[in-house]
């Protein structure tokens, strides 16, 4: 597997930068993944199925599931993850980011912020 930590470099995935959290699946059999495809999307997940090798494949691995946040950067890599792991990895991601609305953290300015 190719060790990678952002997929910045991936042009069909630069879209995603920014508003979604990206879980790319090269794997023969993805039904897995797929079957639990709503999950994702309620996560607001962009769920990527790569089923024969292609351009995804030949950069992150195969088999191979990657796991990026908001910004392409990559949380987990693995050649054999069960979905429920990478639903929690989603979760977390999501949780952890100081700046995102799920976070619960008010980020608003207030004039206090300045001095």
Not at 9 to 32: E, M, T
Not at 51 to 59: N, Q, T, V
Not at 97 to 111: F, I, K, L, N, T
């Amino acid at each position: 597997m190719n060790a990678v930590e952002h997929l910045r470099g991936i042009p069909s995935l630069r879209p995603l930068r920014g508003h979604h959290p990206a879980v790319v699946v090269c794997l023969d059999d993805p039904g897995s993944f797929e079957e639990r495809e709503s999950e994702f999307g309620a996560l607001d997940a962009k769920l990527i199925v790569e089923r024969e090798p292609g351009d995804l494949s030949a950069r992150l691995g195969r088999p191979s599931v990657t796991v990026a946040d908001r910004h392409l950067e990559v949380a987990l890599q693995a050649e054999d993850v069960a979905p429920d792991v990478v639903i929690k990895m989603v979760r977390w991601l999501e949780i952890r980011c100081e700046e995102c609305p799920q976070s619960g953290v008010d980020m608003r300015q207030r004039a206090s912020d300045w001095g």
